[in-house]
């Protein structure tokens, strides 16, 4: 299998790449069940790319239901070793506003219950991978000069907070992670990024701030079409990084 030069799995509202050409569906199977959906493979910029949709192209998997193991054992096994995946995120802090893409530099992990690493048959190998810095700093740094060369700004750095959801965080439950350090609240973040790690994959986050988070504004109920319409325009700016990240 010819090698893949970035691989990027798409959150909400996020569901296809744009300008991804002559792009393959490949549907696959793995030890650990089927991933979300076809991975389309194609060139873009002349480099061969690779998309996923997390939540199925229909949007029909929940954050908790998303088979992350799988999802990153399939864009290995096709030749990916780096991914830059999409989150739809909530922001805690000042720099954090809706519309703002970020690559949070740290996080942490609320979620529980989800399958959360390879190596957890029974007799089979024990892996405790180093996770001090959990996304690829040399992926992070050129994601930001491209974002630099394209025009797109993006705010460097961040903590980003895993939260099991489908649910929304209540009030008490944001202004503890504020507590703890977090400026991003999404869904999805984890077990992704560990599993990434665990395989060996270079992996980064670009967080699309779709709303602030609970009890961080005065705007009052988060609705899903305000997240929809917030990521749709902060996702104005994704295809021009694709561009200069590939090009
Ligand atoms: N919380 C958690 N996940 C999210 C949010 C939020 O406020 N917005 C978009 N994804």
């Not at 994601?143 to 750095?157: F, I, N, T």
């Amino acid at each position: 299998m010819a090698a893949i030069d970035l691989a990027v799995i798409g959150g909400t509202g996020v569901y296809r790449l744009a300008n991804l050409q002559e792009a393959e569906a490949i549907e696959g199977d793995t030890p650990f069940g089927k991933p979300s959906g076809p991975v389309r493979v194609g060139r873009l910029r002349g480099r061969r790319v690779a998309f996923l949709a997390r939540h199925g192209e229909g949007h029909s998997l929940p954050p908790h239901r998303v088979n992350y193991r799988a999802n990153l054992w399939q864009l290995k096994q096709l030749g990916a070793s780096r991914v830059l995946a999409i989150n739809t995120v909530g922001g805690i802090t000042e720099r954090f506003g809706p519309r703002v893409l970020a690559l949070p530099d740290q996080l942490i992990d609320y979620t529980w219950g989800r399958a959360s690493s390879f190596w957890d048959g029974e007799g089979g190998e024990v892996l405790h991978v180093d996770f001090g810095d959990p996304y690829t700093p040399s992926l992070r740094a050129e994601v930001l000069a491209a974002a630099a060369r394209a025009g797109v700004a993006v705010v460097d750095g961040g903590c980003y907070g895993a939260t099991q959801g489908p649910r929304l965080e209540t009030k008490a439950e944001i202004a503890r992670m504020r507590r703890d350090g977090c400026d991003l609240v999404g869904m999805t973040g984890m077990p992704e990024a560990g599993l990434a790690r665990e395989l060996g994959l270079d992996y980064a986050c670009l967080a699309v701030v779709a709303n602030w988070a609970a009890g961080c504004s005065d705007d009052g109920e988060i609705t899903l079409a305000e997240v929809l319409a917030h990521v749709e325009a902060a996702s104005a700016g994704l295809p021009g990084l694709f561009d200069a990240l590939l090009g």
